[in-house]
T-cell receptor, first 111, second 120 residues
Framework: GQQLNQSPQSMFIQEGEDVSMNCTSSSIFNTWLWYKQDPGEGPVLLIALYKAGELTSNGRLTAQFGITRKDSFLNISASIPSDVGIYFCAGHSGNTGKLIFGQGTTLQVKP | DTGVSQDPRHKITKRGQNVTFRCDPISEHNRLYWYRQTLGQGPEFLTYFQNEAQLEKSRLLSDRFSAERPKGSFSTLEIQRTEQGDSAMYLC??????????????????FGPGTRLTVL
């Protein structure tokens, strides 16, 4: 079945630093999504990507849909303490819309 | 705020009991999804509805699990004869299918806060 490999598994950075995380898939996706999840809450959608090569920004967040359609990355610039949380990539293909999620990247920011 | 809501937020039950969770999607969203998330993992797809029709079920959804969306609005997920392995966060998401959209007609999925189930 489809699987997403997300890396790194965790990051501990200083406030103000930039962060990069990525996801790779064993198969092609039509849509890539990035979510952030706080403890005890549901995932919150950050960025959605629909076309191979697409580069999209949302404030300090930038994400790209890989040309091969098998990978995506998320960058966070100038990190702040409220960026702390777990970031998930997700993708889907076909016409069901069911999402396949990565294992998550836990981000901790030191003030 | 008219986001996705779920009830209850937490449920503690004894093994063997039945539990039922409710999800209210964003109004006018015609697609509704259920996912399960265990500690340290990403959510895993369980089932989804298009309006009131249940169109796909994961093999994770054993015979003890049943989901309904009777009027195409809210949905319920019932687990019968709960087992300790059922302990997880159960997440609901909804999206608006736009058949006219060239890119991603299934729409972006927005999640609710989840129901945390603990089976003792």
């Amino acid at each position: 079945g489809q699987q997403l490999n997300q890396s790194p598994q965790s990051m501990f950075i200083q406030e103000g630093e930039d962060v990069s995380m990525n996801c790779t898939s064993s198969s092609i996706f039509n849509t890539w999504l990035w979510y952030k999840q706080d403890p005890g809450e549901g995932p919150v959608l950050l960025i959605a990507l629909y076309k191979a090569g697409e580069l999209t920004s949302n404030g300090r967040l930038t994400a790209q849909f890989g040309i091969t359609r098998k990978d995506s990355f998320l960058n966070i610039s100038a990190s702040i303490p409220s960026d702390v949380g777990i970031y998930f990539c997700a993708g889907h293909s076909g016409n069901t819309g069911k999402l396949i999620f990565g294992q998550g990247t836990t981000l901790q920011v030191k003030p | 705020d008219t986001g996705v809501s779920q009830d209850p937020r937490h449920k503690i039950t004894k093994r063997g009991q039945n539990v039922t969770f409710r999800c209210d999607p964003i109004s006018e969203h015609n697609r509704l999804y259920w996912y399960r998330q265990t500690l340290g993992q990403g959510p895993e797809f369980l089932t989804y509805f298009q309006n009131e029709a249940q169109l796909e079920k994961s093999r994770l959804l054993s015979d003890r699990f049943s989901a309904e969306r009777p009027k195409g609005s809210f949905s319920t997920l019932e687990i019968q004869r709960t087992e300790q392995g059922d302990s997880a966060m159960y997440l609901c998401a909804s999206s608006l299918e736009r058949t006219w959209a060239v890119l991603d007609p299934m729409g972006e999925q927005f999640f609710g806060p989840g129901t945390r189930l603990t089976v003792l």
